[in-house]
């Protein structure tokens, strides 16, 4: 076997759709790749999966029996920070933007083809796996502290003057990223690039929404610490 198929014959993707037809392509496709498959068919099974079971990437349809998949990425996201790929019906742009502000890594509208699909996981697997095995942080702290904030990146937690702030894979590496350099200006683009990994296009909203989101839970509103700040223009700076 080369080195591409003996990377990839440990890696295990779970496929959680109640569409038989669609989870036995998707399925097809992956295996074809080395990939090894698991695919269930409603929401509270694919909790239970992943709570019992190691996967390395779910693959998840919206609308399921029992549970669907907002709910889902929130039960995963709970413990675990594998890459969440929506595969949905639902096209229009706030269904996109909330699935990804929830917690997925990608959105996948339906109809779509096998080769993007594959395209999609090899993608989100390669920058999963890279910033796995990368530094825990570019300026070698475990830490960054702004008064009461509290940023660990060895466990991915943040504090607010002692209080937990959950946040999702996404709106953590945004806050580490801006944290990691005080002052410094970053365009809607180079957040897009960086902590989504892809070439940008259309992804200012996303961006946009996920920095909303992000003040909101550090209570930009209520306290007078402006830790994210906007520059007009420009893009967005850590104020710390």
């Given amino acids: 076997m080369n080195k591409r198929g003996e990377r990839m014959r440990e890696i295990s993707i779970l496929i959680a759709d109640d569409d038989e037809e669609i989870a036995e392509l998707i399925g097809i496709h ?15 099974e694919a909790v239970n ?13 919206i609308m399921m029996p029992k549970m669907d998949g907002y709910e889902v990425t929130r039960r995963v996201r709970e413990q675990n920070n594998m890459p969440i790929i929506f595969l949905s019906a639902k ?3 706030f269904d996109k933007v ?20 594959v395209a999609r996981v090899n993608a989100q697997l ?3 796996m890279k910033l796995n095995h990368s530094k825990p942080n570019i300026n070698s702290k475990t830490s960054l502290e702004y008064g009461g904030l509290v940023i660990s990146s ?14 999702t894979p996404k709106e953590f590496n945004i806050l580490y990223l801006l944290a990691s350099h005080p002052k410094k200006v ?9 902590v989504w990994g892809e070439a940008y296009f259309e992804g200012a909203n ?6 909303r989101t992000l003040r909101k839970k550090l209570e930009q509103d209520k306290r007078k610490e402006k830790w994210i700040k906007t520059v007009w223009g420009v893009g967005y700076t850590f104020n710390g």
């Fill in 186 to 194: 970053y365009s809607v683009e180079n957040i897009f690039q960086q």
């Fill in 206 to 211: 996303t961006v946009m929404v996920h920095i």
């Fill in 49 to 61: 999966m992943v709570e019992t079971k190691s996967f390395d990437l779910l693959i998840l349809d």
């Fill in 30 to 44: 992956l295996e074809k790749e080395g990939y090894r498959v698991v695919k269930v068919s409603d929401g509270q």
């Fill in 98 to 117: 909330q699935g990804l502000v929830i917690g997925a890594d990608d959105y996948i509208t339906k109809p779509f083809t096998p080769i993007e699909l």
């Fill in 126 to 128: 390669r920058r999963f």
């Fill in 154 to 167: 060895e466990q991915r937690t943040v504090t607010l003057y002692d209080q937990s702030i959950e946040l």
């Fill in 91 to 93: 096209t229009s742009d």
